[in-house]
């Protein structure tokens, strides 16, 4: 989560009063959509409209540029629908949910469980009131480990996305770097950390390999070693090994070690093609 949920206000008759001002983030391809949300924002006390976003890939920028303590989120959305969204950023880094969706009404009370909220198309003042008091009261009344698992029944959800991601988002220090997936040359593991080399440059991001893995398509990234993703278009020669290793060579001259562990499937296969 993007802030620690401070313990909750004695008398629960003045819900709001004392409370740090949330930020907000607006995303819904439908600029009028979003115009909406932000007329009724306007001139609320509690809630600050940080930024606007019309698509899925701008929205999971500014949720990691940003780190806002509420989004309204549209679900479909074209590219990256809403529930992609939660899955690019993660339940560690995903703010509170409010859906602003045109689902159908049985559609949506699948996701009461796990959204803070939702609002359904066309909706008035009042439910909108309803929604974003339902949200100051989970921000500041649960405890950061309870809105994590909401995210996780949320993901749950989602289900696996219907798309592998073709580009990253990584944060480093101040700056988002979007890098197009076909540009990484290769992926090493650091702990609890990832390395991506794309040409002369190294991006660090916070995740661990194999949760990595999972976005980037098996069909183009080949895990060589327990450490080591490569892509599969950056191979230039392989070089059969002597015991339990071998090594891969790319375009750009570096070399891998590939470990006799995943000397097998894929990578058994495309040393049958090649050698």
């Not at 990484?184 to 650091?190: H, K, L, M, R, Y």
């Not at 398509?217 to 080591?228: C, G, K, Y």
Request: include cysteine.
């Amino acid at each position: 989560m993007t802030a620690s949920a401070p313990a909750a206000t004695q008398g629960s008759d003045s819900k709001t009063e004392n409370r740090a001002i949330l930020s907000a983030l607006v995303i819904d391809d439908e600029e009028l959509a979003r115009q909406r949300v932000c007329d009724l924002l306007e001139n609320h006390p509690k809630i600050k409209v940080r930024a606007e976003c019309s698509n899925g890939r701008e929205a999971v920028e500014k949720i990691l540029e940003l780190e806002p303590d509420l989004v309204f989120l549209d679900i479909n959305m074209p590219d990256l629908d809403g529930f992609g969204v939660i899955q690019e950023i993660g339940k560690h880094r995903m703010p509170a949910v409010i859906f602003v969706t045109a689902y159908d009404q049985y559609a949506v009370k699948a996701f009461e469980a796990a959204a803070v909220d939702y609002l359904l198309k066309p909706f008035d003042r009042r439910r909108f009131d309803q929604a974003v008091e339902k949200a100051l009261d989970t921000y500041f009344r649960e405890q950061v480990d309870q809105l994590e698992r909401r995210m996780e029944k949320l993901m749950a959800l989602a289900g696996p996305s219907k798309a592998f991601s073709d580009r990253l988002v990584v944060r480093q220090g101040g700056t988002v770097h979007l890098l197009k997936v076909n540009e990484v040359d290769w992926v090493e593991s650091a702990r609890n950390y990832v390395k991506i080399h794309c040409g002369p440059h190294a991006y660090t991001m916070r995740e661990t390999l194999s949760n990595f893995e999972q976005k980037l398509d098996p069909e183009r990234f080949l895990r060589i070693h327990r450490s080591t993703l490569v892509n599969i278009d950056r191979i230039r020669r392989i070089e059969p090994g002597y015991g339990s290793e071998s090594r891969l060579e790319l375009d750009n001259g570096t070399k891998l070690v590939i470990s006799r562990a995943y000397r097998r499937g894929k990578v058994k296969e495309l040393l049958e093609e090649i050698l």
